[in-house]
């Protein structure tokens, strides 16, 4: 089946600084590619996805890449502020059969 | 107007209980899920159901019992609760959208047994 790694598992970055980070996953035939934010005592939020048939995908300060040859990719987070200080995930998917990776807890520090 | 909701936030009982979770989207979604979510915050899912039919089940003790009595509830019952079943509850659900399914989940149930 499905297996998705993730890291770093915990990041810490300065306000206005940048955010990077990466995943990979061993199904090629993986076709999803979502991202999901948690915020403490909430339920998983999607933020951002990528199909396989993209590269790249930009959403105002949030973006993801997707190099389907080596079956990694990434959220990059630019400017980041203290309220994207939350646990990230990143996720692969068949036909709705969703695999997710083990978390980066990102702190934005004033 | 709650997209996916479950019942309740918290639930605490000792271990040998039977309990439930109950789950409802209002998004006119087919298919629907329960994932686990341990303490180190890593989401396994555990079934997922399309229009009342199981499609998907992990290797989860058949003490856990999902039941869809229609396609925008799954509830999930437990019973003869051990401390291990500890954890958060998420219930999600899906659609499928130019050729994926975007997935999207409730707030969790937190669930401790002792």
Same mark, same amino acid.
């Given at each position: ?6 890291? %770093? ?18 199904? +090629?035939?993986?076709?999803?590619? %979502? ?8 339920? #998983? ?12 995908? $930009? ?8 190099? $389907?040859?080596?079956?990694?990719? +990434? ?6 502020? #203290? ?26 520090? #004033? | ?18 309990? &439930? *979770? ?22 396994? *899912?555990?079934? &997922? ?5 199981? *499609? ?21 019952? *437990? ?36």
């Amino acid at each position: 089946g499905e297996n998705v790694e993730q890291h %770093p598992s915990t990041l810490s970055v300065q306000e206005g600084d940048s955010a990077v980070i990466k995943c990979t996953y061993s199904d +090629s035939a993986s076709n999803y590619f %979502p991202w999901y934010k948690q915020e403490l005592g909430k339920g #998983p939020q999607l933020i951002i996805d990528i199909r396989s048939n993209v590269g790249e995908k $930009k959403d105002q300060r949030i973006a993801v890449t997707l190099n $389907k040859t080596a079956k990694h990719f +990434s959220l990059h987070i630019t400017e980041t502020q #203290p309220e994207d200080s939350a646990v990230y995930f990143c996720a692969a998917s068949i036909r709705g059969d969703m695999r997710f990776g083990a978390g980066t807890r990102l702190t934005v520090k #004033p | 107007d709650t997209a996916v909701s479950q019942t309740p936030k918290y639930l605490v009982t000792q271990m040998g209980n039977d309990k &439930s *979770i109950k789950c409802e989207q209002n998004l006119g979604h087919d298919t629907m899920y329960w994932y686990k979510q341990d303490s180190k915050k890593f989401l396994k *899912i555990m079934f &997922s159901y399309n229009n009342k039919e199981l *499609i998907i089940n992990e290797t989860v003790p058949n003490r856990f019992s999902p039941k869809s009595p229609d396609k925008a509830h799954l509830n999930l019952h *437990i019973n003869s609760l051990e401390l291990g079943d500890s954890a958060v509850y998420f219930c999600a659900s899906s659609h499928l959208y130019r050729g994926v399914y975007e997935q999207y989940f409730g707030p969790g149930t937190r669930l401790t047994v002792t």
